[in-house]
Structures are given as structure tokens and as C-alpha cells.
């Protein structure tokens, strides 16, 4: 892929997860190309792509169009999400970790205290915790060695929602929040401990159960629609609220 169609490609997936496109959208190539400031082929190229990827479907007029998604197909990514990196992180366990890996683990635990271990939480506490959350979660990933590994999960990434950091938004709009985000990161301290200490059955458990706030931060979502489209505006890919 050369690199005209790479950017094409980050652009117009970035774009469908952020809700610019609706549901039954005609996405048409020339329209793209003028929006995206490219010719036609790599545009072409990225939304069969995109078709493979699940995150649109043939128009029956021709060309392509934006789909609508499941809260049940969400949960089910976000779910095996949990499987995979329990996976790597039973790897990690297993095959040992490297002191500079285990010293950038524990780096992100120091961040992630500072930022949720305050009496309230400030914009850019949570900005600072996503940050920290998905630098923490692409490490454990590339550290267990794992390529299949690695290619799974950025398949499931990009899929509405699935990515590790993509449902907390939520969180800074619930008085909920801040305790859901503390709790998530003892599963982080947890987590590393287990991979120290050569748990791998413990990991894979850690990484499978520390799913569950993404999920119960969909459910929030979907109890709320109008807040969760204000916070997420690809919620809007989400058809027919909670299935």
C-alpha cells in the first residue's frame, strides 16, 4: 500500500468512526477524492478496504455506503478485544518481560495514579488517562511477540468503539466515572504484577474481566442516547440503542 492510499485510508476510517458519515450514506468516490484532496484509485482502493474491514457495505445503487452496527456486534468485539489481550498478556507472562518493558509498564501506572488518584478529576486528568491507557495497552500487545496477535487486535480496533480507549468519553460525563477509572487501573497494576510475577493464567483472566468497563460503559451509552452522541459522535452509527 503506497502512501497516498495509507492516508486515505486513516482519513476516511478516522472520519466514519467520528460519526461524520450516517447510516445508509452513499459514500461516492468523486465527492471523497474533492474532500480528502486525492484521485480517485486510492480512494477506490480505500473503501474496498474499508468493505473488508466490516465498516461499510455495498450501495445497491452501486459504490458503497455507510452500515449501521449493533450494540451487539460492539459488546462482541470489545469482548474478544478482552480474549486477545488477556492472550498477549499470558505471553508476556509466560516468556518473561524485558526491564525496559516492565520499566515502561510501570511508568504508566505512575501516570495513571496522578491522574486518578485526586479528589476530582479535571479534562485534562482523563485526556492524560486515555493517553497513558493506550500507550499502556499498545505495549503490552507489541511486547508479547505475538504478530498475529498484533493484527487481530488492530482489525478489532477498528471497528466502532472496540479500540481500548474509544468508550471513556463516557466517563467524564458520569459521577460514575472517576470510580470506574480507578477501578480499571488497579486491573492495570494487577496486570503488570501478574506478567512480573509469571501468571500467565492470572493475566489472561486480568485482561478478559478488564473489558467489562468498556462494556458497562456502552450500556451508559446507550441509556443515553443524546449525551453519549454530544460525547461520541459515532454513536450514531449505533442502530436501534441497547439489542
Not at 32 to 40: C, N, Y
Not at 82 to 90: H, K, N, Q, S, Y
Not at 110 to 138: C, I, Q, S, W
Amino acid at each position: 500500500m503506497d502512501s497516498q492510499q495509507s492516508r486515505v485510508l486513516v482519513q476516511l476510517r478516522d472520519m466514519i468512526l467520528k460519526g461524520e458519515f450516517g447510516p445508509g450514506e452513499r459514500l461516492a468516490e468523486i465527492p471523497l477524492s474533492e474532500r480528502l484532496g486525492a484521485s480517485r484509485t486510492p480512494v477506490r482502493l480505500a473503501l474496498a478496504s474499508l468493505e473488508h474491514e466490516g465498516l461499510i457495505e455495498p450501495s445497491p445503487s452501486g459504490g458503497y455506503q455507510m452500515r449501521a452496527f449493533t450494540s451487539r456486534e460492539i459488546a462482541d468485539a470489545i469482548r474478544v478485544r478482552g480474549v486477545i489481550e488477556g492472550f498477549a498478556a499470558r505471553l508476556l507472562a509466560e516468556d518473561g518481560a524485558s526491564r525496559q518493558l516492565l520499566r515502561q509498564l510501570h511508568d504508566c501506572l505512575d501516570e495513571g495514579d496522578r491522574a486518578v488518584n485526586k479528589p476530582t478529576m479535571e479534562l485534562d486528568d482523563y485526556a492524560a488517562y486515555v493517553e497513558m491507557n493506550d500507550r499502556f495497552h499498545r505495549l503490552i500487545l507489541e511486547g508479547c511477540g505475538n504478530a498475529a496477535v498484533l493484527r487481530t487486535l488492530d482489525m478489532l480496533a477498528s471497528q466502532p468503539f472496540a479500540a481500548p480507549s474509544a468508550m471513556l468519553p463516557m466517563q467524564s460525563s458520569m459521577e460514575e466515572g472517576q470510580q470506574w477509572m480507578r477501578q480499571a487501573h488497579r486491573t492495570h497494576h494487577a496486570l503488570v504484577q501478574a506478567i512480573e510475577r509469571g501468571q500467565g493464567s492470572r493475566a489472561q483472566a486480568l485482561g478478559e474481566e478488564h473489558v467489562e468497563i468498556a462494556r458497562m460503559n456502552l450500556d451508559y451509552a446507550l441509556e443515553r442516547p443524546d449525551l453519549a452522541a454530544q460525547l461520541m459522535p459515532g454513536m450514531r452509527l449505533v442502530a436501534g440503542g441497547r439489542k
